[in-house]
């Protein structure tokens, strides 16, 4: 099985350290091994939508170096691997010296459901999580502009005692945008008040959200508005049906 290397992604290691553990946990779980390349740093995606992208293209060289060598890079951030896959191309498009590694790297990064779904043709239907849990799911945007749109409520569905309830307004962004958040605090939170209603009107327990920063912005507005559904990335979920240890590592 062809070795994977996870790209951990900034917000996911500051904020979510169980979702690195526990995509790694389920990729060994499903045979790839997996390896952490420590001197890893940012995609630079901050840099580059603020229009640093002198800066951008010098993060954009790190993961080169970083990466280049392995068989798969996948990441358990939409955002992040739509910076990898959208932008880093014309970050260092026309350089000798780079352009052959950053097409590498980009033709062998992959989210992490996409990677399940794409690479491994994973089935998830031996999978019964320990109680019954009702589900919605947040189709964030950056996944959907790298080409992924269902394959993360498909892969929900597969596993038993999940609920699967629909989502209104699927695909309406929650408002977090990067920097936008910053810039336009008000549209922001216009936008993911907007996106916490719909969460409340489904009445699910567990709302999926494969994004750390969009993460960080619905789950802020459910505590404000007190809304009792828990924001979890897809592998959370998975890692409890195939009954792994995600707190210790």
């Given at each position: 099985?062809?070795?994977?290397?996870?790209?951990?992604?900034?917000?996911?290691?500051?904020?979510?350290?169980?979702?690195?553990v526990?995509?790694?946990?389920?990729?060994?779980?499903?045979?790839?091994?997996?390896?952490?390349?420590?001197?890893?740093?940012?995609?630079g995606?901050?840099?580059?939508n603020?229009?640093?992208h002198?800066?951008?293209?010098?993060?954009?060289?790190?993961?080169?170096?970083?990466?280049?060598?392995?068989?798969?890079?996948?990441?358990?951030?939409?955002?992040c691997?739509a910076?990898?896959?959208?932008?880093?191309?014309?970050?260092?498009?026309?350089?000798?010296?780079?352009?052959?590694?950053?097409?590498?790297?980009?033709?062998?990064?992959?989210e992490?459901?996409?990677?399940l779904?794409?690479?491994?043709?994973?089935?998830?239907?031996?999978?019964?999580?320990?109680?019954q849990?009702?589900?919605?799911?947040?189709?964030?945007?950056?996944?959907?502009?790298?080409?992924?749109?269902?394959?993360?409520?498909?892969?929900?569905r597969?596993?038993?005692?999940?609920?699967?309830?629909?989502?209104?307004?699927?695909?309406?962004?929650c408002?977090?945008?990067?920097?936008?958040?910053?810039?336009?605090?008000?549209?922001?939170?216009?936008?993911v008040?907007?996106?916490?209603?719909?969460?409340?009107?489904?009445?699910?327990?567990?709302?999926?959200?494969?994004?750390?920063?969009c993460?960080?912005n619905?789950?802020?507005?459910c505590?404000?508005?007190?809304?009792?559904?828990?924001?979890?990335?897809?592998?959370?979920l998975?890692?409890?049906?195939?009954?792994?240890?995600?707190?210790?590592?």
């Amino acid at each position: 099985m062809p070795t994977v290397a996870l790209f951990v992604t900034c917000l996911t290691d500051q904020f979510y350290p169980r979702v690195g553990v526990a995509v790694t946990k389920i990729l060994e779980r499903l045979g790839c091994p997996v390896v952490f390349p420590s001197q890893q740093t940012c995609c630079g995606q901050p840099f580059f939508n603020n229009g640093y992208h002198a800066q951008a293209r010098e993060l954009a060289k790190k993961m080169v170096t970083v990466f280049e060598p392995f068989d798969y890079i996948v990441t358990p951030s939409g955002s992040c691997c739509a910076m990898v896959r959208e932008h880093m191309p014309h970050l260092l498009h026309g350089d000798p010296a780079w352009e052959p590694g950053m097409q590498r790297v980009v033709s062998h990064t992959y989210e992490f459901v996409e990677f399940l779904d794409k690479v491994l043709k994973a089935d998830l239907s031996n999978l019964t999580l320990p109680t019954q849990r009702s589900v919605t799911y947040h189709y964030t945007c950056h996944l959907r502009g790298i080409g992924v749109k269902d394959e993360g409520v498909r892969l929900l569905r597969q596993i038993k005692n999940v609920e699967f309830r629909p989502l209104e307004k699927t695909d309406q962004c929650c408002g977090f945008g990067g920097t936008f958040a910053v810039k336009y605090p008000a549209i922001s939170g216009a936008i993911v008040e907007d996106k916490v209603d719909c969460i409340t009107k489904t009445g699910a327990g567990t709302t999926i959200c494969n994004d750390a920063g969009c993460t960080m912005n619905i789950s802020g507005m459910c505590h404000r508005h007190n809304v009792k559904s828990e924001v979890k990335h897809i592998a959370e979920l998975m890692a409890e049906a195939m009954g792994l240890d995600i707190d210790s590592w």
